[in-house]
């Protein structure tokens, strides 16, 4: 690592420690579906006032619930529908899921453009990582979706970080060393603080761990096969691994060469856009 990257990670690191780092809050929207979703005896009318007060989420909502993955014979045309087909947990999840968009926006245009491909990438992973839970799996997809659209989110402080320290900006090498190194210890640390659930709490420290082997398939296994499979063909280091030895695709029991499963997974990649 350079000595750029070395020195900005130091300061992190610290501000860190002393809790001096900006976290980002969750959104508004966010806490108040979650808070709706807490109520046992909660009904599809009031979760769809709640969710209906986004326009942008509704329709994003709607546009899931049309989508190939699950696609019933009728289209799908208002909130109060799509709630009823998915359930007011799911949902949910997803909902809170797809709200993280509004926290990925940046002064900068170099910090805005680098925000919005993270947040594609997420969107991508969290597709892949649906269908492979609803195809392969007991899991629960939408916890599946929403640990694929979160595995990144400790990417953003560091490049909020960034827009304040233009030596780190005007230096994409270092800026990657420091966010390739820091994002899994700020994303635990985001999403601890906003409570989310232990499974997906530990997901951004862990999801890279390729050797990562503990028993019972679980989201943070999914996630790594849905980042493993993004990333597959291109000159990432990751699209370079050998997805049939690592040991959470060993859990999932595909076979990750299967035209068929390629076909199912490339499609998945779109289906939050």
Same mark, same amino acid.
């Given at each position: 690592?350079?000595?750029?990257?070395?020195?900005?990670?130091?300061?992190?690191?610290?501000?860190?420690?002393?809790?001096?780092?900006?976290?980002?809050?969750?959104?508004?929207?966010?806490?108040?579906?979650?808070?709706?979703?807490?109520?046992?005896?909660?009904?599809?009318?009031?979760?769809?006032?709640?969710?209906?007060?986004?326009?942008?989420?509704?329709?994003?909502?709607?546009?899931?619930?049309?989508?190939?993955?699950?696609?019933?014979?009728?289209?799908?045309?208002?909130?109060?529908?799509?709630?009823?087909? @998915?359930?007011?947990?799911?949902?949910?999840?997803?909902?809170?899921? @797809?709200?993280?968009?509004?926290?990925?926006?940046?002064?900068?245009?170099?910090?805005?453009?680098?925000?919005?491909?993270?947040?594609?990438?997420?969107?991508?992973?969290?597709?892949?990582?649906?269908?492979?839970?609803?195809?392969?799996?007991?899991?629960?997809?939408?916890?599946?979706?929403?640990?694929?659209?979160?595995?990144?989110?400790?990417?953003?402080?560091?490049?909020?970080?960034?827009?304040?320290?233009?030596?780190?900006?005007?230096?994409?090498?270092?800026?990657?060393?420091?966010?390739?190194?820091?994002?899994?210890?700020?994303?635990?640390?985001?999403?601890?603080?906003?409570?989310?659930?232990?499974?997906?709490?530990?997901?951004?420290?862990?999801?890279?761990?390729?050797?990562?082997?503990?028993?019972?398939?679980?989201?943070?296994?999914?996630?790594?096969?849905?980042?493993?499979?993004?990333?597959?063909?291109?000159?990432?280091?990751?699209?370079?691994?050998?997805?049939?030895?690592?040991?959470?695709?060993?859990?999932?029991?595909?076979?990750?060469?299967?035209?068929?499963?390629?076909?199912? @997974?490339?499609?998945?990649?779109?289906?939050?856009?």
């Amino acid at each position: 690592m350079n000595e750029l990257a070395e020195k900005v990670q130091q300061a992190l690191v610290k501000a860190i420690d002393n809790d001096d780092l900006v976290l980002p809050t969750l959104p508004e929207v966010a806490l108040k579906i979650r808070q709706a979703a807490e109520d046992p005896e909660i009904s599809i009318s009031h979760l769809s006032k709640v969710i209906g007060r986004d326009t942008a989420l509704s329709a994003r909502l709607i546009k899931v619930v049309n989508s190939p993955l699950l696609r019933a014979t009728q289209e799908v045309t208002d909130l109060h529908t799509a709630i009823t087909r @998915l359930g007011t947990n799911y949902s949910s999840n997803l909902a809170i899921g @797809l709200v993280m968009e509004q926290i990925f926006h940046a002064r900068s245009e170099v910090v805005e453009q680098k925000m919005r491909d993270v947040w594609r990438r997420s969107l991508e992973v969290a597709g892949v990582s649906y269908a492979l839970c609803r195809r392969h799996s007991h899991l629960k997809p939408d916890q599946a979706a929403l640990g694929g659209l979160v595995h990144q989110i400790g990417v953003l402080p560091i490049l909020t970080y960034a827009e304040d320290h233009y030596e780190l900006l005007s230096d994409p090498v270092s800026l990657n060393h420091v966010i390739d190194s820091i994002h899994p210890i700020l994303g635990d640390k985001l999403l601890s603080g906003w409570d989310f659930p232990e499974m997906l709490a530990k997901l951004p420290g862990q999801y890279l761990n390729l050797e990562r082997d503990c028993g019972e398939l679980d989201y943070i296994d999914l996630v790594q096969i849905a980042v493993l499979f993004c990333h597959h063909n291109t000159e990432h280091p990751l699209g370079k691994i050998d997805m049939a030895g690592v040991p959470s695709m060993k859990k999932l029991r595909v076979d990750p060469c299967s035209e068929k499963l390629q076909l199912e @997974l490339e499609e998945a990649r779109s289906m939050f856009y």
